[in-house]
């Protein structure tokens, strides 16, 4: 089974900086990609930046030039930096690793249990 871990919620104030971190356990034969997601109060879940295998990266406009996605592969983690913060950044974030267990196996998805982030203004 593959367990993620994120880690480096909490609380900051707008404007401030924070860097979340997730770091899978198990058996990965290869990952096609990493996510984050913000999950804000009352709304749904929504994908906030992606790094492919590749490299690449992409994500969402409300955070683009604020945010940074990167990943170490040999650490199976993924790391997101947060700067210029502000409180519609807030909620609960979320890891999404699409992960292949073996050669021949098909691709999976494991989340992680969150962790909070909260910016008062």
């Known amino acids: 089974q593959v367990q993620l871990v994120e880690s480096g919620g909490g609380e900051v104030q707008a404007g401030g900086s924070l860097r979340l971190s997730c770091a899978a356990s198990?058996?990965?034969?290869?990952?096609?990609?990493m996510d984050w997601y913000l999950q804000a109060p009352g709304k749904q879940r929504e994908l906030v930046a992606r790094?492919?295998?590749?490299?690449?990266?992409t994500y969402a406009d409300s955070v683009r030039g604020r945010f940074t996605i990167s990943s170490d592969n040999a650490k199976k983690t993924v790391y997101l930096q947060m700067n210029r913060l502000t409180t519609e950044d807030s909620g609960v974030y979320y890891c999404?690793?699409?992960?292949?267990?073996?050669?021949?196996?098909?691709?999976?998805?494991?989340w992680g249990q969150g962790t909070q982030v909260t910016v008062s203004s």
């Open positions: 999404r690793f699409r992960v292949q267990r073996s050669r021949n196996s098909y691709y999976q998805e494991y």
């Open positions: 198990g058996s990965i034969f290869s990952t096609d990609a």
């Open positions: 790094i492919y295998n590749s490299g690449r990266t």
